[in-house]
């Protein structure tokens, strides 16, 4: 299939574009390299066709799905705290994007599309585990402009008849997450800062938890739904079904990297939720998505990839 990946350079994007050429596929990249690296894409680069080019440009959108049968939309400026910092920014880059996106891609003729969304629409919900049918309650600038992606795309299939579909990430984490900013992931963060001997930062007390998914469980969920049938606008999802807390992960990294699980606290950030957990039944039914690789196993490959590329 001619597949378009947006964000294909980033860190999901890459690990995606990679799983799809060596399933055979035909992939374009779409990403204007704001986080992503082209040689995050390794292997298979030259396999890969990378248009430069930004998501919430009209032109842009247009040219890169010419010929395209499924978009794949996962460029992004993905950052609860930077979207609380720079607001405009962060709707630009997820709302603005995914509606420009879905317009070039319905003038196109796409007929899937499928969109990275985010566990942080649930937002203020207190019930645990989060289900699809719970009403979202935002809290953050990202988490608005995720959900609003999503409410496009429902009714683009509603209007258009385009087969979308938005998988609502949890946590994800894994090989090529970048470190390089204090809004990077937590993972990515602790796990260098103990390789290179630096303490870490917990805002709040540590006990807010998470549903982290290694990434190789998020590009299974998405081949799956590259195949699924009945996708008619649905939000689904994809994360592992299990909770673990910022201290428990903070000694599990500090146990593989001979570090000091020890950090220094600081208030708790604006827009941070407390707790994250995802049922994932309906990914189950509708998908036929399973979880491959579990937590442990998942961080294990992760501070290796960390200690070749950033370890002493
Ligand atoms: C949120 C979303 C996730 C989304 C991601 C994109 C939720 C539940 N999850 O993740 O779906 O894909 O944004 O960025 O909303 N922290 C520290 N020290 C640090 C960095 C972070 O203590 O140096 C804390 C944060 O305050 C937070 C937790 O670690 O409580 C996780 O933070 P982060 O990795 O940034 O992700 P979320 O904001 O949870």
Sequence with gaps: MKILVTGGAGFIGSHLSVALVKAGHDVRVLDNLFSGKRHNLGDVRGDVEIVKGDCADPRAARKAVQGIEVVYHEAAVPSVARSVDQPSLSHR????????????????????????????????????????????????????????????????????????????????????????????????????????????????????????????????????????????????????????????????????????????RKPARKGDIRHSLADIGLARKLLGYRPLVDFETGLRRTVDWYRQAYGA
């Design 93 to 264: 880059a997820n709302a603005t994007a995914t509606l420009e996106m879905l317009n070039a891609a319905r003038d196109a003729g796409v007929r899937r599309f499928i969109y990275a969304g985010s566990s942080s629409v649930y937002g203020e919900r207190k019930e645990s585990p989060k289900r699809e049918s719970m009403e979202p309650k935002p809290l953050s600038p990202y988490a608005v402009g995720k959900l609003m992606g999503e409410h496009y795309l429902r009714i683009f299939h509603e209007l258009y008849g385009l087969e979308t579909l938005t998988l609502r990430y949890f946590n994800v984490f894994g090989p090529r997450q970048d470190p390089g900013s204090p809004y990077s992931g937590v993972i990515s963060l602790f796990t260098t800062a103990l390789l290179e001997g630096r303490t870490p930062v917990i805002y709040g007390d540590g006990g807010q938890t998470r549903d982290f998914t290694f990434v190789a469980n998020v590009v299974a969920g998405n081949l799956k739904a590259l195949k699924a049938r009945g996708l008619a606008g649905q939000s689904v999802n994809l994360a592992t079904g299990r909770s673990v807390s910022l201290k428990q992960v903070l000694a599990a990294i500090a146990k593989q990297t001979g570090g000091v699980a020890k950090a220094t």
